[in-house]
Structure formats: C-alpha cells, structure tokens
C-alpha cells in the first residue's frame, strides 16, 4: 500500500485508498508488529473481557485517551462493530438515534437494528434536526453524525450540532474514521478543527485502518461512558480481542501521527494544489476541504467509463455507484495521501483532463448516434 499499487502485474498510480497519512506501508510500523508477533505470537486467545486483552492493547487505549484529552479510550476490533455495539447499548426501548442522512453504513445499520427508532435528518441541516427532534425524550436520544463523509468529502457542522445538543441536553456522537489523523494542526480530527473539545462532543469513534494505516477502532470518552460500554456494547463482549500485534502496530502508527505533522501538511497542500487545477479544468469536484475529492459523474456507466479510461493510462480510481451513493451521483472518490507527490497529481490532472475530452467527444456524439 502506497502511492502506487499493483493490480494483476500492472503498477497503478493509487486514488482510492484511505491511506491518508501514508502510513499503511511505513516499515516502522511494521517492524512494531513483527516484534509484538515475536513476543506474543498471533491470536489473542479470547475476547478482552476473558484472556484477549494484553498489556498492548492497554496502553494503545491509555496513549489514545490521553492523545484526545478524553478520560478513557475502548478498542473495538473494526469501526463498523463499534458503531453498531455503542448505538445498540445506548439506545433502549422508546429512544430515538438521529442520523445524518449521509451517514455510513455502520451508524445506519447501528440505527436500524437498535431497540429504538431511527430518524434521519437533510444532510448538513440543522433546523430540519431541530424540527425532528420536537417532542422525543432526549434523555433517551443520541445524534450521530460522520465528521467527514465518507463518499462526499464534506464536514458536519459540528459547532452547530454541539450547540444544539448542550440546548436540548442530548447525547451527541461523531464517527470521526476519515477526520481523526488528518484534521487539526495536532490531527486530532473534526473535533479539534473545529474549535471544540471533548466535553462538547461526547462520544468520539475513530477508526485505526484509515489514515493509522493500520486496522480496528475506538471509542474515546468519559469514564462512565467507557464502563457502560464494556458491561454493555455486544460487539465489544462477544468477540475475540484484535491481535496484540494490531494494538503495537496502532501504537507505532500513534507516535509518528504525533511526530510527523508534516505528512498533514504536506496532505493539505495537495488538496489545494489538486482542487485548484481541476476546478481549472471544469471538473465538477463536490465542496470538500478533505482528501477525499468526489467527482462527479452522474450515472455509473459514466463513472464506469471514466474509471476505465484512466486505469488504461495507469491511475486507479474505483467509481463509486448506487447503492453506496444515492441514484443519479455515481462518482470517482479520488482520496489523495501524504503518500502523494506533486508529480502524481499532475499526472492525476493530466489523465483526467484527457478522460474529460474523450467524454465529451462521446456525449456530444451519442444524438448523432442515435439520429
Ligand atoms: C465513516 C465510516 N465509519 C465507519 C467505517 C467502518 O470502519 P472499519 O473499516 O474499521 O470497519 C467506515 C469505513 O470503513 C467509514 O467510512
């Protein structure tokens, strides 16, 4: 994993991770692994609460808490099982769970399967929340939303949404997997960029296989949160701890988040440098400061098509298409790395510029076709 990849004997200019750091190969992290390997060979044996938790895991959770400034931290072996355990053990029967509409699969799934009902709010818009929210218990009711969405690039208004859960005294839950790593002079995500803390957003997951490179999740919060998660969050209880290697490796990946802030600033110069040149070039890129840049292309066998092109002139970029998006916006989630170089984004430029033309050289022939 880097910025480049192999595919079938081909090598690939890579797009499409989320590796955002550029952490995923770094050697570092794998001699991290290797040496908890060595140490404690490779299964953890059980779940945390019975044998599974060692003193990696341990202190990946204190070194997580005390990086957040939140009081305690809990690992989960994926961020799809930490949002589905945090939802279902906090929301009882009559609770309401208030989502983004554009929010992941895991915090919807995480919705759909609670004991409580799930409302979904326009994407980014409060009022329509706050209208929704009018006559549910919030002492029973929890809003989450993504920091970064995931397919889009865009950030929740996150003051906004603090501001109106402190008002109606209601739980409020950020999934933070493309925002923690990447966001914030210290990279400590949304929360941190936006100017808040963690008492004004009180349950923060983040996942490790982003920009960590690694693989896992965590949730970071207060003490009593933390506890009733253990007693209480199914996915958490009843499955088989992650490897101790894992929790090392997160641990390694942690320190150089920490150290290596150039790779942040190298990544946001990226950004800059590639939204700059493609909105040169006409390119219909969504409204994201993040490194993930959609482009949009209306159906998929637009998407598709495009997709084709530009793995025929060595980068890859997977189209994203209905289901995961909603119909009619197929797309290109191009995510860009500290992994990247200047050079790799002209060559992105370059290849997509000449997608574009050969596009429209094919929607302006499809009525002659058709005629
Ligand atoms: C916003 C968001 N939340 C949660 C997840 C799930 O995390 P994991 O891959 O660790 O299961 C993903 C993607 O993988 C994601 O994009």
Known sequence: MGAEIEIEGRTYLNFSSNDYLGLAGDPRI???????????GIGSGSAHLIV???????????ELAQWLGTERALLF?????????????????????????????????????????????PHRDIEALRQLMQGCDPSRSLIVTDGVFS??????PLKA???????????????????????GAQGRGCVEQAGLTFHDVPIIMGTLGKAFGVFG???????TLI?????????????????????????????????????????????????HNATALGLALGASETPIQPLLCGDSR????????????????TPIRPPTVPEGSARLRISLSAAHQKEHIDQLLSALSQCLRVDESVQTDKPRQQE
């Open 52 to 62: 599974g938790h060692t003193d990696e895991h341990q202190r990946l959770e204190q």
């Open 30 to 40: 794998a001699d991290a692994a290797i040496s908890a390997i060595q140490r404690y």
């Open 227 to 275: 506890d009733f998660l253990v007693q209480r969050a199914r996915t958490y209880i009843y499955t088989t701890a992650p490897p101790p290697a894992l929790a090392a490796a997160a641990r390694a990946a942690l320190r150089l988040v920490v150290e290596e802030s150039w790779r942040r600033d190298h990544l946001m110069s990226l950004i800059k440098y590639f939204r």
């Open 302 to 317: 637009r998407a598709l098509m495009i997709s084709r092109q530009l793995a025929q002139q060595g980068i890859w970029v």
């Open 161 to 183: 949404l603090a501001e109106l859960a402190r008002e109606t005294q209601t739980l409020l839950m950020i999934d933070d997997a493309h925002g923690i790593g990447v966001l």
């Open 217 to 223: 999740a965590f949730v970071a919060g207060s003490d």
């Open 151 to 156: 397919m889009d690039g865009d950030t929740a």
């Open 77 to 121: 072996s994926t961020g799809y099982m930490a949002n589905m355990g945090i939802i279902n053990a906090l929301i009882e029967p009559k609770g309401h769970v208030f989502e983004d509409a554009l929010n992941h699969a895991s915090l919807l799934d995480g919705g759909l399967l609670s004991r409580g009902r799930m409302i979904r709010w």
